[in-house]
């Protein structure tokens, strides 16, 4: 089965640096988004991102925080200046179609902030 | 969004069927019902979708009674690798690239035994 591939697997930074999360997804498929779940919570929804631009993004997802997709393969999260709060396991998926017919993660990128 | 609510916690044995069930009091008439499964540090899943009555593909059956206020995840003679969190998801199917509406709840931590 095809996967999405998340680098790199852990992050450690300092309080107040910049961190770029990177996220390669299935070759074939349009959508792609960004969740975080913070140790022992739920996962929660970042932001949605088709036609390079954001579809949607929730209540988390500040000025602190910026998708792109700089070429052909590639879906990037970067956090301007890191916060505390900010360590978590950050999860990207992509998904084929415009319906919620089935959403593929990657293994995540474990943030952790110092 | 019509919210979920599931059992915390379930513990099985081997061999066993196990079955989760998932209450959605309030889910709309656009609604479907998805299921996704979780791994210790890994991202989520998924395992099945439906709409009303029963679907069933290699993993899993899920079944859904008339009045689709809730869901039960079947999974036939679970087996230790089975042991993770599973997710109930209700939500409708988007069009235009906005599914930012994969709202997760705390799911069902499921403990495989032998």
């Known amino acids: 089965e095809p996967e999405v591939t998340q680098t790199p697997s852990h992050q450690v930074t300092q309080m107040g640096q910049e961190v770029i999360l990177r996220c390669v997804p299935i070759?074939?498929?349009?959508?792609f988004y960004w969740y975080r779940q913070i140790l022992g919570q739920k996962v929660e929804f970042l932001v949605s991102?088709?036609?390079?631009?954001?579809?949607?993004k929730s209540e988390i997802f500040d000025d602190q925080f910026s998708v792109e997709r700089p070429d052909g393969s590639n879906f990037t999260l970067k956090i301007r200046s890191t916060k505390l709060e900010d360590s978590a396991m950050y999860f990207c998926?992509?998904?084929?179609?415009?319906?919620?017919?089935?959403?593929?993660f990657g293994s995540g990128t474990q943030l952790s902030v110092l | 969004l019509a919210k979920t609510t599931q059992p915390i916690s379930m513990d099985s044995y081997e061999g066993q069927e196990v079955n989760i069930t998932c209450s959605h009091n309030?889910?709309?008439?656009?609604?479907?019902i998805t299921w996704y499964q979780q791994f210790p540090s890994q991202g989520p899943r998924f395992i099945i979708q439906?709409?009303?009555t029963k679907v069933t593909n290699e993993v899993a059956s899920l079944f859904i009674p008339a009045d689709r206020k809730s869901s039960t995840l079947s999974l036939p003679r679970v087996s230790l690798s089975d042991t993770a969190v599973y997710y109930c998801?209700?939500?409708?199917?988007?069009?235009?690239?906005?599914?930012?509406?994969?709202?997760f709840g705390k799911g069902t931590k499921l403990s495989v035994k032998p």
């Open positions: 998926a992509s998904g084929r179609s415009a319906t919620n017919e089935k959403l593929f």
């Open positions: 070759s074939n498929h349009l959508y």
């Open positions: 991102f088709y036609n390079n631009e954001i579809s949607e």
């Open positions: 309030n889910i709309a008439t656009n609604d479907y």
């Open positions: 439906g709409y009303k």
């Open positions: 998801l209700v939500g409708e199917l988007n069009y235009g690239g906005s599914q930012g509406n994969l709202i």
